[in-house]
C-alpha cells in the first residue's frame, strides 16, 4: 500500500516527465489505434463485398479492374454476348448490371466515390442483395423511376420511402427519382447503395441510351452440380473480350492487396511499440538513476528486492495505462474520423456505431500490448535498479 | 557479543589501482552503551559501518553478528536482520523525499508487516521522543537539517532494533543541533538495551562513548 503511494507521489513529484512521457504512449497508442482501426475497418469492408454473388461467376470485360464482384474500371457488355452467355450449356441465367462507382445525386450534396449505384434488371434484385430485406414499408422498384437506397445515405440526406430525388443524366436532363424503400442491411457497401432499375441506370450512364450496351457487368447463374471453374471456363472459350470471375479468383485479385494492407499495419504497430518501449526504458532509467539513493536506502533498511522492482513496475505501469487509456479514446475517435472521410458516411452516423470500427477486440488487445510492452520495458531498469550495490548507492550524490 | 570481526578487509579495485578501506580490524563489540569510531575523512569508517551493518560483504575476514557468522547468510535473510535488529543513521539523513515525518518512520514497520494501527501509534510515539511531535505531516524538505536527522533517527528505531548505526550524524548539523543529536544518541543508549556504533569525527560524540576506536588509513588503532 504504501510502496503504491510512494510511486504516485515520485510521479506526481516529476509531472512534466510523467506528462511528456504519458503524453508519448497516447501518441503511440493514438495511432496504433486508429491505423489499425483503419485498416481494419477498411479491409472489412473490402471482405464484405465479397459476400456477394457467392456461387455464382460475375463476367466482366477483359481488363476491367475488379473489386471483389464489382468492377471499379472497365468497359461495357453489348446485348449479344450476354445472349452467347445464357446459349452456353449449364447457365440458368446470365443478369446485366450497370454498377458506377462515386455517382454523384446532384442538388443535394455531392457523394464520394464510395457511394454505389447499381443498376438491376426489374425481379432480379436478389440475384445482387441475396436475402436482404427491406425496412418495413418498402418496395422493390416496380417504375423506372423508383430507386432503394442503402440506410446509411438515407439517414445522411433524410431520405424515406417516397421521398423524390433529382438526378441529371449524362445529357444534363434531371429525372425525378422516388425513394420506394431502405435496406435493412448493415453491409458496408449495401449501406452506401443506391439500387436502380437497370434501365433507368444505362438512362442516367450512357449518353446514348439505345446503345446495345447493357451494363458493365453479368451475374451468371449455373445448375446445380456444375463446377464454378467449370463453367467459368466455358465462358470464356465461347465469348470474346469477356474475362469471367470465379468466387476464388475474385478473392485472388484482392487478398494481396488487403494482406498488404495489414503488413504495414503490422510493420507500423511494431514500429510504435518499439518506440514506445524506448520510451519507458528511458523514463524508467532515469527515474531509476536520480533514485539510486532512495533504493539504496531502502536496501539499507532491510527492504526486500521485490520493494524496489515493485515501485520501478508499479510506475511504469501507471504511465503505459494512463498513456494508452488516453491513446485509445482519442485514438478511437480519429479513427471514426478517417472512417468518416473515406467513406464519406458522416460522422453522426458513425459515433453510434463506433464500436463497428474501433472493435472491442482491439482496444483489449492494445490494451494489454501497452500493459506488456510497459511491463518487458519496465523490468530490464527495475531489475537493474534491484541491483544497485548499497555502499556505492548511499554514497551517490543524487 | 553482539558484533565481533575477525581480520575483516575491505579492498576497492580502480582499475590497475587498489584501495584498501578496512584492513585486518578485529573488533569486540559488547552488548549496550556507544562506541564510537573516530578518524579523518577517508580513513575508513563508512566502509567499516557498512561491513558491520550487512549492506557489503568483506574482500577477507569475518564478521559475526550476535556471535553467528555472517558470510553464509543468504541475502533475503541479510535484509531480514538489518530491517528488524539494526537501525541506520546516515550522515545525510537518507529520508525518502516523497513520505511524509510519519511515514518514513512507519516505514521499516509496514516492511515488517507490523498493522497499519501499531504503526502509526508507534511511529507518533517515535517522533514525539525525539520532540518531532509537531512535525508529523511534513515532508523531509520542509524540515530542517536537525529535525531531518531527528527523523531518522526515530526510523532507525523503528523496530527496536539491538544495534544502531550511525554513520557522522552530525556531519551536516551546526554545533548546537550536533549536541542535541548527541544527547538523542546518549539518551537512547541508556534507556534501551541498545548498541550504538558511531562513526564520527566529532570529538563531542567520541566523549560520551563508553569504547572509543581509532581508525586511520583503514586499520584500527587501538
Ligand atoms: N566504492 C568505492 N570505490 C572505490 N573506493 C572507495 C569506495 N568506497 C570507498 N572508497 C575508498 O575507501 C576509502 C575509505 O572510504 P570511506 O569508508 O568512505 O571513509 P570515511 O567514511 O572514513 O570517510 C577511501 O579512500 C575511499 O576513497
Ligand atoms: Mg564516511
Redesign the pocket.
Known sequence: MRITVMCFRNLLRRRLRTTLCIFGISLATVFIVAIGATTTHYTQVIRDMNIFFTGKIVAVPEGAMVVQGFPVVGGNIPQNIIEEIKQIEGVEAAVPMLVRFGYQIEAIVQLAPSNITIGVPYGNWSMLVGATPLEPGGNWPSERDEVVLGQSIAAQYGLKVGSTLPVKDMNKTMHILTVSGILDSRSALLLRGIIIPLEMARRLHYENPDVTWKGNMVVVAFESGLKEEEIAERIRAETRGIEALTTDLRNEIVEPLLSDIETWNAGITSVLYALSMVLITLVAMINISERRRDFATLDAIGAPKRTVLRMVVTEILFIGLIGSIIGIVVGSFSAVLFASQYTNIPLSLFLSNIFEIVTPWLIVRVLVSTVAVATLAGLVPALAATRINI??GL?SEY | MIVETKDLTRL?H?GSSR?T??YKANLKIEEGGIVSIV??????????LNLIGLNDKPTSGEIFFRDRKTSSIPDKERRKIRLRDMGFIFQTFNLLPTLTALENVELPMALLGIPQETQRTQAVERLKSVGLAERLEHKPRELSNGERQRVAIARALANNPSLILA??PTGELDSETGQEIIDLLLNLSKKETTTVIV?THDERVAKVSQVKLS?KD?EITN
Open positions: 555502499a556505492e554514497r | 576497492y580502480l584501495i578501506a578496512v578518524g579523518p575523512s577517508g580513513s575508513g569508517k563508512t566502509t567499516l554513520d557522522e562513526a581508525i583503514g
